[in-house]
């Protein structure tokens, strides 16, 4: 099975949207890759360039209401090509929830003080999930471990590398 975690790159904000996530200027390429560049290129966040920031990271921890606006599987796929495999967050738009699912990625829910706890442990925090057990450990200026959960259905689209996997191998 798939590795879930990463390096951690903290979005401390509400409501990222998904024209932030990938602009609907480029909901036209013809590949996923050809989104490769443009990711989070709309996000206004004092400090952060995605230029610079992004690059070796596998994991986004942010705050409430994550993906929301448009339904559109753009926004997943470009975390995808810039292997990024886990959404960390108070809540998700359950549309991006679930085309994270669809595509064999992780958004995990976490309550405001769980976040709140990974928000305090650095700048450079590693994250890894065991998906069986439903744990995630962060390390960064300590050790931290959280239960998190998960509908049974969505755990097996994850496990199966996605939705179509998933068809291909149970219809």
Known sequence: MKEFGGKALFLD?????TDEIIPAKYLTENTKMALQPFILED????GFD???????KGVIITRANFGCGSSREHAVWVFEVNDINVVIA???ARIFRQNMYNCGMLAIELPKQ???TLFTLGDTVE???DLASAKLTAKGNKTVVFSFKMNEFDKKLVEA???????DKNY
């Not at 996000?43 to 004092?46: E, I």
């Not at 590398?161 to 068809?167: D, E, N, R």
């Open 13 to 17: 904000r509400n409501d990222i949207n």
């Open 127 to 129: 994250i890894s999930v």
């Open 114 to 116: 769980d976040i709140e």
């Open 90 to 92: 108070e809540s998700f």
């Open 43 to 46: 996000l206004k966040l004092g």
């Open 50 to 56: 995605p230029r610079r920031d992004i690059e070796g």
């Open 161 to 167: 590398g996605g939705w179509l996997v998933y068809a």
